[in-house]
């Protein structure tokens, strides 16, 4: 099963994608009473993946219509660039200003996104059913993260730009859940399925920098991790009413020198009674806990989270697959129990909540990725400002350009903004 559900937030702007029955839904959240939809598609109905360029008008839609197909549309133009087909059902996509990665259950595509060229087919990874991917956004490094073993915690490391492998991160006992990156791709936090440990590592060495411990009373499903736009701070959300923030800080001894409190004396004696320990039980005595948390009124439902500035002050915000999008204040310097502020419907009508993908019983392991044809009319090869086919790059070079990442691209992809349809 696959969510209809897609969440993005980098730096100071936000964007929320929304997968419904009758197509897509764009929307934009840059103040916590306003959410605005900024496109409805409706190419194709039951779509259950759908991919923004950050705030570009490119998007990647995958419909259960054609689980197979990805479909890649210049939405304010109203036109498709190119569609790609594959030999087995697309579980996930993911994309940056370099690359746009597919993801099927044994295999990995990575495309050049500037001409949509397919640079390198990773077959017979291991099996991987629900498509669980991450692709760094800082297009500079492009590091693609994605299961290296389906019977423990195993992540795989790879550069996508240079098309090579660069580590293999023992992060967890149990197989793999969720995996995300921060904004500069230097830190990679995962999951397992068991859900009580949360880890952090630094790429792409992948030394363990933070580890945290989530809850210890039950096995929980993690749904989604996100970084802070600085890195401060990271959220989890998962298949319990609870979201947890935690803080990604080093604890110097020589502010604990200087301020010596009860609870800086019992940590150290915890520390030292530490080492006489069992290593599970040492473990568990070293693991941050949540520094905010947030309690929702559901349970049980898919949902993702993030964390965004939003009128200057750092919120939390919780799509659920029942349509909604909650927005909670935070607290960046004592935490605790967040605040609901705002509670918006994404759409009135029934959204898409869980879509049921068949799985082809050929051998992925043959698979080869396509592009479908011939072309025809609505299957463009190339971008052109009239929205007609143009061979060579799909997108220009200048679109492309070094420079720090950022999701209010309107304005650092020409031919996407401030065009009319």
Not at 242 to 269: A, C, N, R
Not at 384 to 399: I, L, T
Request: glycine share 6%; proline share 5%.
């Amino acid at each position: 099963k696959a969510t209809a559900l897609r969440l993005w937030f980098v730096f100071y702007c936000s964007s929320l994608s929304v997968g419904t029955k009758t197509g897509y839904q764009l929307f934009s959240v840059t103040a916590v009473d306003k959410l605005d939809c900024i496109h409805e598609g409706v190419e194709c109905p039951d779509v259950y993946i759908v991919e923004r360029l950050f705030s570009s008008s490119l998007v990647v839609v995958v419909s259960l219509s054609m689980p197979r197909r990805m479909n890649v549309y210049h939405f304010k133009k109203g036109t498709e660039i190119c569609n790609y087909s594959y030999s087995n059902n697309i579980l996930s996509v993911r994309l940056n200003r370099q690359r746009l990665v597919v993801c099927l259950e044994e295999s990995v595509y990575i495309h050049n996104i500037k001409d949509m060229k397919l640079l390198k087919t990773l077959l017979n990874t291991p099996i991987n059913p629900t498509g669980l991917c991450a692709l760094s956004v800082n297009h500079s490094n492009s590091y693609l993260a994605y299961p290296g073993s389906a019977t423990i915690g195993e992540i795989t490391v790879y550069d996508a730009n240079n098309l090579s492998t660069l580590t293999l991160i023992q992060a967890h006992d149990s197989p793999l859940a969720a995996l995300t990156f921060n904004a500069s791709g230097t830190k990679l936090a995962s999951a397992s399925e068991k859900g009580t440990v949360i880890r952090v590592f630094n790429v792409p060495e992948g030394q363990r920098l933070f580890e945290f411990r989530r809850g210890m009373k039950r096995y929980v499903s993690i749904s989604s991790l996100s970084f802070s736009a600085d890195a401060q701070f990271l959220c989890a959300s998962s298949n319990t009413e609870t979201v947890h923030i935690f803080k990604l800080e080093q604890h110097s001894p020589s502010q604990d020198e200087e301020s010596p409190t009860w609870s800086t004396y019992v940590g150290k004696m915890f520390t030292a009674a530490s080492t006489y320990l069992p290593t599970q039980v040492s473990n568990m005595m070293h693991q941050d806990r949540a520094f905010a948390t947030v309690r929702l009124n559901m349970f049980g439902l898919k949902n993702i989270c993030a964390l965004a500035t939003i009128q200057k002050l750092p919120r939390l915000l919780v799509a659920s697959s029942d349509g909604c999008l909650y927005i909670y204040n935070v607290d960046p310097q004592d935490g605790g129990e967040c605040v609901l502020v705002q509670k918006h419907r994404c759409k009135e009508e029934e959204n898409l909540e869980d879509v049921a993908q068949q799985q082809a019983s050929q051998s992925y392991a043959a698979t080869v990725a396509l592009p479908s044809t011939p072309p025809s009319s609505t299957t463009l090869m190339g971008y052109s400002e009239d929205g007609g086919a143009q061979k060579g790059e799909v997108f220009p070079e200048h679109e492309f350009a070094e420079g720090p990442v950022c999701l209010d691209d309107e304005n650092e992809f020409p031919p996407f903004g401030n065009q009319s349809n």
